[in-house]
Every structure is written in structure tokens, then in C-alpha cells.
């Protein structure tokens, strides 16, 4: 079952610079750390809006998935996440719709942009 929306993700080519531009028009007076994570490849901090989050993310790893989305597709909305419960029964739900999950975690799941009109959509568990 989805719960709502969990965050955007955004990619960009400077998280440093794209947390000064949102926090600069939107007069954010909380700026959240960059953190870095290696496994995925990026560099990428959770900025806060109201109940809401944009994940502004930097590829480090010129070979991942995320350099080559920023190379092909430039800087901009890279995938929404959706919170959800009943992860396995709604991957089941949707594979047997035709969607097609192209990354799968304990907790979370890619849908391809193919099976959504150009979307990529992230499950999350919660």
C-alpha cells in the first residue's frame, strides 16, 4: 500500500551549489549536511520542506548509473519515492501489471521509467 510521497530526488552536477540555490529561494534557514556514500556512488543531503524532501544528489563514481543519467538526461528530477508498506505483495502486484523492477533491496525497489511513462519510481518500506 502507498503511504505518500517520501521525497524527489534531484540530480545535479554540484550538491554544494544546488543546497545554496534552494536555500537561497526558498529562504531555508536549515542547510543539511552533504553526506557522502560510496556504495551508491554519490555525494547527497535531504533538504527539508515543510513535511516534504527534495534528495539532491551528486554523482562521484564517473562510471555509475547516476554520472551516466546526469550525462544523458542533465540536471533535474531523477526519481520520486513513494513510501509504502507491504513492499514484497505490491512489487507482486505490479510485476503481474507488467512493471518491470529493475533494482530490489530488504526494504526498497526501482520501478523503470519504461513501465511509467518516463518515471523512475523508488519504493521505500516504513
Known amino acids: 500500500m502507498i503511504k505518500g510521497i517520501m521525497h524527489a530526488g534531484i540530480i545535479v552536477s554540484d550538491v554544494e551549489g544546488a543546497l545554496n540555490l534552494y536555500c537561497d529561494l526558498f529562504n531555508l534557514t536549515e542547510r543539511p549536511e552533504v553526506i557522502e556514500n560510496a556504495i551508491e ?13 527534495l534528495e539532491i544528489m551528486e554523482p562521484t563514481n564517473p562510471e555509475g548509473a547516476l554520472s551516466r543519467f546526469l550525462r544523458e538526461r542533465g540536471e533535474g528530477l531523477h526519481h520520486i519515492s513513494l513510501l509504502v508498506t507491504g513492499i514484497e505483495a505490491l512489487i507482486e502486484s505490479l510485476k503481474a501489471k507488467g512493471a518491470s523492477v ?5 526494504t ?8 511509467t511513462r518516463g518515471v523512475l519510481i523508488e519504493l521505500a518500506e516504513g
Do not use: C, T, V, W
Open 41 to 53: 556512488g554519490m555525494k547527497h543531503a535531504i533538504l527539508k520542506i515543510g513535511d516534504q524532501a
Open 102 to 106: 529493475i533494482e530490489r533491496g530488504a
Open 108 to 115: 526498497f525497489a526501482f520501478i523503470h521509467p519504461k513501465s
